[in-house]
């Protein structure tokens, strides 16, 4: 398995004779597109009760995504390529352990987080964005191909498990609680 990371890596990493305008646009996508995607969500979270709902889980999901990440690095610190001497790393990221990419588990978290929307589009608009995200960071020479792997499996799980185990139960619950109200406002009317 090691080996085909390696080989994976060695056909996604950047070269040196790329040409400038890519190294921008793969740290624009690594740097940005994680929070522009959050924005819009935040945007769209303004007009609609089920993208508030949206926004809640991919919040949640990306501080979960963010702990997990965190605990596994503490557990079991898995080096970055450049520590094995491969490829280029565009973006210094010092000695931090690079399994699984933060950026790539928050961002497919968040993307994720968008499928008890009734319509799929923005779920798959956003799983591109994640997709570009994870790309840059391998392209960036910041994490092996398995890294990105975890981190997508990760973002799933988290964002489901928020989703069944959080999101729904608080959202009956403001449900149920403003329903009560209307109920009381309409006794008191009486």
Known sequence: MQGLDVALFGLVNASASVPPRTLQFAEFASNLLPALLLLAIGAC?????????????????????????????????????????????????????????????????????LWSLPSRMPMYAALVVAAVVAWSRVYLGLHFPSDIAAAVMLGALVSILVERGLSRPVGRAATGASVAARRRARLRKA
């Open 45 to 113: 979270a303004l007009a609609s009760r089920r993208w508030r709902y949206a926004l809640f889980t991919a919040l949640v999901s990306l501080l979960a995504a963010w702990l997990l990440v965190n605990l596994i690095r503490t557990v079991a610190p898995i080096p970055r390529p450049a520590f094995y001497g491969l490829g280029i790393q565009w973006v210094p990221q010092g000695a931090r352990p690079g399994f699984p990419s933060m950026h790539a588990a928050g961002t497919f978290a968040v993307a994720f987080s």
